[in-house]
Every structure is written in C-alpha cells, then in structure tokens.
C-alpha cells in the first residue's frame, strides 16, 4: 500500500523538521450532512478523481457527528482535518479501488439536532462506520448506532455505551483523561491546587478525575474553581488563583478556553505551573502560553512531536498537501487530541476496511479483533483486551507521556516511556521513529 511505503521511509527520518500549527475553534457552520465538508471550504469539483483518477465504483461512506454551531464545546475545524484524511486515502488506492467519501451532520450541542443528525447519518445516508464522534449528545446518538449495528470508531469516550459497547472503539480515554495528571507531579510537590473549569456534570467530573490521581502522589489540598459557562471574562478566577495562593492550576476545559485561561492567569500575575490533560489541551492553548510563559505540562494521550514521531509527522505532511484544496485556515489546529482522532481514525479505519472480508459490520469487527491497532501515536490498541478503567472495558488507551512546552512551542516529551495512573499498568517504551504500524 502506498501508505505504508511512505511511513516507512518517513520513520527512517529520525529527525524531520515538523510544523506545529497553532489556533483553533471558533467558527460557525450550518446543521445537515455535508460531503466531504461541502458548503464550509472550497475544494476541488471531484476530489476522488482528482487525487486518484483510477477510483471506480460506488463511493464507500464513513460520517461523523459533532457540534460547529453550538454556544460550548464547537470543533469547527475538525471538517478540514476530515477531508484532509480522506484525500491521503484516496490517493493511495481508496477502499479496494472504490473512492471514500466522509459526511458530517453538526448536531448543535443541541439533544433534538442531534437526534435528526443520528437518523439521517445512519437511516438515510447509511454511512458504513462513524468516524470521531465528539460532543456532549453522544448519548442521543448510542440507540441509531445499535439499532443499525454500526461501529462508532475510535469515538471521544463520555457516555456509557461508549465505554462499554461492542461496537465502540474509542480513541483514547476521554474524559477519563484527566486521571494521569498525577504523571505530571513528584510526590507532595505541591501543597495546593485548583482545577479552573465551567459549571456543569461532565467538568465537575475531569476534576475529580485529576483530584484522584494527584491524591495518589500525596496532594489533598485541591478546590474546584468553576464559572458559569457562558462566561467570556476569566480574569476573576484567576484573581482568586493568585488571593487564595494556590502553587498550581489544573484545567478542565477545552483548547479554546484554556488559551484564554491561560492569558488570565498571566495577565494577573500567577505564575504557577499549569496541569492538563491533553484533551484540554491543542494548537491554541499552547500558542497562549508560550507567549505569555506560563510553565505547560500535559499529559499527552498522542505523542505530539513530529521530529521524534512518524505518524505526527505524516499527518503534517498530508495537511501541507491537501490543506489548501480543502480551504483549511493557514492556522489549522493539528495538536489536540480530537484533530489527530480524526486523521489517525480516518486512515485506520480505511486500514480496517481494506483488510476486512467485505464492509458488513461483523467483518469489519473480525478484521478488528484479529488486528491491533498501530498508530505509531500511542501504544497498540487491542479491544480484545478489558482496559483496566473500572466499568469500562472499552478504554484500552490508557496510557499518556509526560510532555513540556518547549522554547519553540512545541510539545516535548523527555523520553519515550508512557506511563498510567490505573492499576496493573506498567510502563512503556512507545512510538519512537522507527516503530512500524501493521497495515499501512
């Protein structure tokens, strides 16, 4: 596959000179299915033909549900990543020699939106898989995908069939993420700590994750400092961070409210180290605060550095090449964990679809079982195996690496070991250069 041959000259390279982008996540976009991200960028009349002209036949469909129009968590960018990864796929043969095509549905935030979103993508357009399914109505979602026995591939873990279902394979550990900030601290390095997030069950819930895991390394003292969520001035809560002497901070929101979080914080002086997981972390958060200086560490669920990593680097090469024909912003957030769920996803899953004995659901999970996931990112993902989060047996990727901002804004782990909080977790050597990924 041609691929394969090209990641594997790329993991030769030990040391490629990546681009780390920065912004992210606040536009708008109108709710329906759209093709390929058609009506949000301009792009080429027939891209399948355009990137292989050898394409034939019937195109096979993947969709994916997310909010780009939604007052809170918004991944407006994430359609740019989508057609990005499905040119690299098309380029190299499509699935079988038939074109892949992506649709999108922007489910708002919005319970009713996202019902109709469900019925069309899985009733109407019958997409063969779902792709990076992010946002708070996953729930809404879970009785369309069960009923039309689609698999939801390598989904945002929140609601509990994502944890639990046989036909969901999570990307990583969701709001779960937050339990390996503890990877982060020496034991009893500080005395203090608030976790600075918005009001709401699913936030509440990332700090008490982090509560727990820096409880392990001896750090009790931990107060939540929450705002209502339609809150757009951060100032005051960083006030309180600095009148209450709190010697670190944890967030508990997304890139697009960190970064200014983080300029809060440095506008009133705290100069604290900042915890996070790297599901609240992305291009725009880490451009605010390499130039406020403010002291980033992250536990990464992806390794992030494209000089060290192959598939990091692969990702980048491909958004060099297709990026514009897609109409993606010059600024394209390629950090977070949700834009590489989507690039990684999209072209493991055509790796599942090329392998498998026809696209029928069963054969797809067979195809699954029989084959870990190499991402060449993280360690393999094998959901033939219980991960060890209680009561989720799904989330297998457990593990993060322990990174810092570097002087040149980029996210730099110290070695290749990963670590995890959960019990029975050992660590790990992980993803250097040279790690070769089955089926590409």
């Known amino acids: 596959m041609l691929l394969g041959k090209r990641l594997q000259r790329q993991r030769r390279r030990r040391r490629l000179r990546g681009v780390c982008a920065s912004v992210c996540l606040l536009l708008t976009a109108a709710c329906s299915v759209q093709a390929s991200g058609a009506e949000q960028a301009p792009r080429s009349a027939s891209p399948q033909a355009a990137d292989n002209p050898k394409l034939s036949g019937d195109p096979v469909v993947i969709g994916s549900m997310f909010p780009v129009s939604a007052p809170l968590s918004t991944f407006p960018q994430l359609p740019y990543i989508a057609q990005v990864a499905v040119k690299a796929v098309n380029a190299a043969g499509g699935i079988n020699g038939r074109p892949l095509k992506w649709v999108h549905c922007d489910d708002k935030g919005d319970p009713n939106v996202a019902a109709k979103c469900a019925d069309e993508l899985l009733n109407q357009t019958k997409v063969r898989a779902l792709v990076e399914s992010v946002g708070v109505q996953g729930n809404i979602a879970w009785p369309f995908i069960k009923k039309a026995d689609v698999i939801n591939w390598f989904n945002v873990p929140i609601w509990p069939d994502d944890t639990?279902?046989?036909?969901?394979?999570?990307?990583?550990?969701?709001?779960?993420?937050?339990?390996?900030?503890?990877?982060?601290?020496?034991?009893?390095?500080?005395?203090?700590?608030?976790?600075?997030?918005?009001?709401?069950?699913?936030?509440?819930?990332?700090?008490?994750?982090?509560?727990?895991?820096?409880?392990?390394?001896?750090?009790?003292?931990?107060?939540?400092?929450s705002w209502p969520s339609d809150t757009t001035t951060f100032l005051p809560y960083a006030a309180k961070v600095l009148a209450d002497d709190y010697d670190a901070v944890v967030m508990g929101v997304g890139d697009a409210i960190t970064a200014p979080v983080l300029q809060a914080l440095a506008d009133m002086g705290v100069d604290v180290p900042v915890l996070a997981a790297s599901t609240s972390i992305g291009s725009q958060s880490i451009k605010a605060a390499r130039e406020?200086?403010?002291?980033?560490?992250?536990?990464?669920?992806?390794?992030?550095?494209?000089?060290?990593?192959?598939?990091?680097?692969?990702?980048?090469?491909?958004?060099?090449?297709?990026?514009?024909s897609v109409g993606a912003p010059p600024h394209l957030d390629t950090v977070s964990d949700n834009a590489f769920n989507m690039y990684e996803g999209i072209l493991s899953l055509a790796d599942v679809m090329n392998g498998a004995k026809s696209l029928k659901t069963a054969d797809l999970q067979t195809y699954i079982a029989e084959h870990p996931v190499l991402t060449g990112a993280t360690p393999p993902l094998d959901w033939t195996k219980p991960g060890p989060v209680p009561g989720s047996p799904r989330v297998v990727q457990v593990y993060a690496e322990s990174s810092r901002l570097s002087k040149d804004g980029v996210l730099t782990a110290p070695s290749d070991l990963w670590g995890s909080v959960f019990p029975g977790v050992d660590d790990i050597k992980c993803c250097a250069a040279s790690t070769t990924a089955k089926g590409r």
């Open 164 to 225: 639990t279902s046989p036909l969901s394979y999570p990307a990583g550990l969701g709001i779960f993420a937050h339990q390996n900030i503890g990877l982060l601290v020496k034991q009893h390095e500080f005395k203090k700590v608030a976790c600075l997030t918005a009001e709401g069950a699913v936030s509440t819930k990332l700090c008490n994750f982090a509560k727990e895991s820096l409880a392990a390394k001896g750090i009790t003292d931990f107060k939540k400092v």
């Open 292 to 324: 406020t200086g403010m002291t980033l560490r992250v536990a990464t669920s992806w390794a992030t550095d494209p000089t060290e990593n192959a598939a990091r680097a692969q990702m980048l090469e491909a958004i060099q090449k297709y990026g514009p």
